[in-house]
C-alpha cells in the first residue's frame, strides 16, 4: 500500500473533476512556492516509454483512439493503468524523498479512484458547479459529449468533495481561487514550522 506520508514534509493529495481547475490550483501552489508533482505529465512519460506495448494491446497507435477506448471502457483503462501507475508512484517517491521542500503536493485527477486517500498527510479537492466546468471545456476545445464520458470515466465530483479533507471551491475568478490557496499555504507553513 503505497504511503507518501515523511516525518519532515506536508504531502498534499490534490484532486477534482474534469474542468474543476486543478491544473490552475497545483499552478497557484507551485507560485507560492511548493513542490508540484503532476500524475499527468508522469503519465505521458512513461505512456511514450512503454508505448509499443501499448500499442500492441490497443491495436492501434493514435493516441486519441487510444484515449477514447480508455474512456469507454473501465477493463481497457484498468489495464492502462496497472502498466503506467507503479512507474508513476515510484518517481513521486523518489521527488519526496530528495526535494529540499517541505510542502509537497501530488496533483493527480485519479487519486481517489487509484487509491490513494490515507497516502497522504491531507487530501484537497477542487470544486466547481457542473455548468462552470462544462463551459470551460468547451473554452478548451473540449466537446459535449467529450466532457460528459471523461467526466463518467471519473468518481462523481460530490463523492471526491466527501472523501477529501478540504473542499476548494472555484465557482468564481481565478483570483478568488488564488487567495484562498494563498490563505491555506500560509496556514500549511505556519503548522510545517511548528511541526505537523
Not at 500524475?39 to 493516441?63: G, H, M, P, V
Amino acid at each position: 500500500m503505497t504511503n507518501f506520508k515523511t516525518k519532515d514534509k506536508i504531502i498534499i493529495g490534490l484532486t477534482g473533476g474534469i474542468a474543476c481547475g486543478k491544473s490552475t490550483a497545483a499552478q497557484i501552489f507551485k507560485k507560492n512556492g511548493a513542490e508540484v508533482i503532476c500524475a499527468d505529465a508522469l503519465a505521458a512519460k512513461y505512456f511514450n516509454l512503454i508505448r509499443d506495448k501499448i500499442e500492441r494491446y490497443f491495436k492501434t497507435s493514435d493516441k486519441n483512439k487510444i484515449a477514447l477506448e480508455v474512456f469507454k471502457s473501465v477493463s481497457k483503462r484498468k489495464w492502462l493503468e496497472k502498466q503506467i501507475h507503479p512507474f508513476i508512484l515510484r518517481e513521486a517517491e523518489d521527488i519526496i524523498k530528495t526535494t529540499k521542500n517541505n510542502i509537497v503536493v501530488f496533483d493527480a485527477p485519479l487519486l481517489f479512484e487509484a487509491g490513494l486517500k490515507n497516502a497522504f498527510d491531507l487530501t484537497l479537492c477542487v470544486y466547481a458547479a457542473s455548468e462552470i466546468r462544462l463551459k470551460r471545456s468547451l473554452l478548451k476545445g473540449i466537446k459535449d459529449e467529450d466532457f460528459k464520458m471523461r467526466e463518467r470515466a471519473q468518481t462523481a465530483q460530490e463523492q471526491k468533495a466527501q472523501t477529501a479533507d478540504i473542499v476548494l471551491y472555484n465557482n468564481a475568478s481565478r483570483k478568488d481561487l488564488e487567495n484562498k490557496i494563498k490563505k491555506l499555504y500560509k496556514s500549511l507553513k505556519q503548522e510545517e514550522k511548528y511541526g505537523k
